[in-house]
Structures are given as structure tokens and as C-alpha cells.
């Protein structure tokens, strides 16, 4: 004989039904890791990064950075604001990228901050400014024959944005994408006058790979970024080190991946 139940559901399991019914639906796609509506991680288990380089003003490594891609065999993701595609002291740049086959992507067209550094949920664009901004960076990318529809994991200007911009991001059919946390690399825009907030290169190179021995999954899946140029100032420029750098992470048994070959999925 089945027996029924009368006891009510416990509490604590009609929270945590509401709870994950409330959460986007990609946050619950694992293997993914996701922060504000933004993949920052690809798959965990899997020894794989993606090299991504973003430019706005900058581009003074891209000669550099586009040679050992090249020597390495390894392909790489840009992403560019429209003032950079605009740029023509870098069209021949970007047509060598494209030409090598890496990935090129969007990063605003004028580099707008979203929402303010104090206060992540203080918008700092409109919904309609936002799309017009991101819209002329696509129009701008089509002029090098690179469409929406092939390029849809989009990263934000200064790395910075919130849930309502991922939202928008999606809703115009795109992928926000951010770099994974933990790691220096970041900082290679630095330069000695930002005094306390300068990093050096070879303080940038031992952050990754102190991160990648003391953590259990070492980089594995991670969105690794840097920049394709900086400020004159720096005169210690962490392009340099990149050949060394993808030498010693190839040796311990890691593949460079495109983004969307980190992060598409087989249909």
C-alpha cells in the first residue's frame, strides 16, 4: 500500500525552489561560471584559456603580440572599440588579425563607463544609449566584413558593468563575456605615475602563474586578458613577456582556445 504524505514541504526547499527559479537562466548552465549575468570562466575541467586582448586608444603591441600568435600557432580573441576600428593608423593591424583567423569582437564604440566604480547598480547610460553606442560598434566592424551574427560574445569597456547590461546585452542577441578574476593581468595598462597602482610585468607574469599552482583547477577555463597596447609611460610592456608566457603554460599542458571555441557549445 502507498502511504501519503500530509507533512508540508519543509522551508527551506520552497526557498531554495524560488531561489533558482529567479536566477538567469544561463547561471544555471554549468559548466560555465557567471558573475552578473557575464560568463568570466569557461569549463573548469578542461585545460583550455582564451587569450583576449581588448583596444581602445592603444595598439603599440599588436605588431608583437600578432608574431608570436602566429609562431605559436594559436589563435587568439580582440576586442576593439569603434574608436579603434575607426583608427586608421590600425587598419592594417586589424586586417592581419582577421587574415591569421582570431576571433574580433565588440567593446563599445566610444568606451562608455555603464555604471558608476562606487556603486555597481548606478546606471550611467540609458537602455537607448547603450544600444546606439554598441550598434555603431558593430557598424564599424562591418566595414572589415565581420558581422553580428558570427561575433556574439561581446566584453564591456573597462571591464565594468552590471546585471541590467548584461540583460540588454542579451536581449540584442549577444553574450556578455568579462575575464576571470584572480590574476594580474589585467593591470598591464598601468604605469609608474599611477604610483600604488602600477604593476610591473614580471609582477603581472608570477600573478598567473602563482594562481595557476595554488589553485586545484589551475587556469582551466580561464578568459586570460591583457591589453593590445598601453600608455607610453609604461615602458615595461607585459607583451614582451607573452611568448615566454605561452611557452611555459603550454608546458604544463594547456591549449589556447578562441572564445567561442572556449565557450559555444555543439548543437
Known sequence: MNHKSDSPTPAWILV??????????QELDAPFTYDHGG???????????????????????????????SQQQIKASFFFTGNFYRNPDFKTLIEG??????????????????CAWENR???????????????????????FGIAKTAVRYFMPPYEW????????????????VNYT????????????????????SA??????????????EGLNGFILLSHIGADPRR????YFMLEKLLQTLRDRGYRFKRIDELLDRPE
Open 16 to 25: 531554495l525552489c524560488v531561489f533558482i527559479l529567479t536566477l538567469p537562466s
Open 181 to 200: 578574476p584572480g590574476t594580474r593581468s589585467p593591470a598591464d595598462y598601468t604605469y609608474p605615475e599611477m604610483q600604488a597602482r602600477y604593476v610591473p
Open 161 to 176: 558593468y552590471n546585471t541590467t547590461i548584461s540583460t540588454w546585452t542579451q536581449a540584442w542577441g549577444l553574450q556578455l
Open 203 to 216: 609582477k603581472i607574469y608570477q600573478s598567473i602563474l602563482a594562481y595557476e599552482t595554488s589553485h586545484a
Open 39 to 69: 560568463i568570466i570562466r569557461g569549463d573548469r575541467t578542461k585545460k583550455e584559456i582564451a587569450l583576449v586582448f581588448t583596444g581602445d586608444t592603444f595598439a603599440d603591441g599588436g605588431a608583437h603580440i600578432l608574431q608570436v600568435l
Open 121 to 143: 547598480d548606478s546606471l550611467l547610460v540609458t537602455r537607448e544609449q547603450f544600444i546606439a553606442d554598441l550598434a555603431a560598434n558593430y557598424r564599424e566592424m562591418e566595414k
Open 235 to 238: 615602458t615595461d610592456k607585459f
Open 97 to 114: 588579425l582577421i587574415t591569421d583567423g582570431h576571433y574580433l569582437g565588440a567593446h563599445s564604440d566610444a568606451h562608455l563607463l555603464y
